[in-house]
């Protein structure tokens, strides 16, 4: 692999990785909505659509199929967020759930081609 290659990658990743944090939080934005029109609702839809623009740039830079695992970790941060921000509960099972996301978003989207 080229050293742009490398460093495509390694901004896909990162790309997207941000777009994963920004749609997690824009989903927490629409919960703390109460499903309301009010500016945490609009704030949501700002910073999910602000994710779609990252994911998009993203995908200039790397295969989809290394990419796109790596948006699973929103489900992690949501739980993160969930945990510290409205006091939900993470019980064992979440913690293997989460355990096997991140594992398997090393194993599929860390791959080195």
């Given at each position: 692999?080229?050293?742009?290659?490398?460093?495509?990658?390694k901004l896909g990743i990162?790309?997207?990785?941000?777009a994963?944090?920004?749609t997690?939080?824009g989903?927490l934005?629409?919960?703390?909505?109460?499903?309301?029109?009010?500016?945490?609702?609009?704030?949501?839809f700002l910073?999910?659509g602000?994710?779609?623009?990252?994911?998009?740039?993203?995908?200039k830079?790397e295969?989809?199929?290394?990419?796109h695992?790596f948006?699973?970790?929103?489900?992690?941060i949501s739980i993160?967020?969930?945990?510290?921000?409205l006091?939900?509960s993470?019980?064992?099972m979440?913690l293997i759930?989460?355990?096997i996301i991140?594992?398997?978003?090393?194993?599929v989207?860390g791959?080195?081609d």
């Open positions: 692999m080229t050293k742009e290659q490398q460093y495509n990658k990162s790309l997207i990785v941000i994963s944090v920004f997690a939080v989903q934005f629409w919960k703390l909505s109460d499903a309301s029109f009010n500016l945490q609702l609009i704030v949501g910073l999910y602000l994710g779609a623009v990252f994911m998009i740039a993203a995908f830079f295969r989809v199929s290394l990419l695992p948006l699973s970790l929103g489900y992690v993160v967020v969930g945990f510290f921000l006091d939900e993470i019980d064992t979440k759930g989460t355990f991140i594992v398997g978003v090393l194993l989207g791959q080195d």
